[in-house]
């Protein structure tokens, strides 16, 4: 059973910048494909960045490519996704999931088998 923790949400204003972090634990971190998704009020839960289990895939929707990058780092058991030129339109509770698998990064929330609570990001105007 692995748990994940994120960190690092907030609120800023837009133009800015934040940091997400998310500490695994629990598994054998280096075997699960990782990702970030969102969920906005009123909103299906979106995946906004994806990394495979070696790091060396990533993926990104349209809305948030250029300005969002995913990484990780399998010795410290972390992922973390560095969100730069923040829109009000990203603000959402942004969750940490890992899938169990080799085969590249996943992009559908079916696909993961362990999810976080979610960190808060609001974005103003």
């Known amino acids: 059973q692995v748990q994940l923790v994120e960190s690092g949400g907030g609120l800023v204003q837009a133009g800015g910048s934040l940091r997400l972090s998310c500490a695994a634990s629990?598994?054998?971190?280096?075997?699960?494909?990782m990702g970030w998704f969102r969920q906005a009020p009123g909103k299906e839960r979106e995946l906004v960045a994806a990394i495979s289990w070696r790091g060396g895939s990533t993926y990104y929707p349209d809305s948030v490519k250029g300005r969002f990058t995913i990484s990780r780092d399998n010795a410290k058991n972390t992922v973390i996704l560095q969100m730069n030129s923040l829109k009000p339109e990203d603000t959402a509770l942004y969750y940490c999931?890992?899938?169990?698998?080799?085969?590249?990064?996943?992009?559908?929330?079916?696909?993961?088998?362990?999810w976080g609570q979610g960190t808060q990001v609001t974005v103003s105007s």
């Open positions: 629990g598994g054998t971190f280096n075997v699960y494909a």
């Open positions: 999931a890992a899938a169990r698998t080799y085969t590249g990064v996943q992009l559908s929330t079916t696909s993961y088998d362990y």
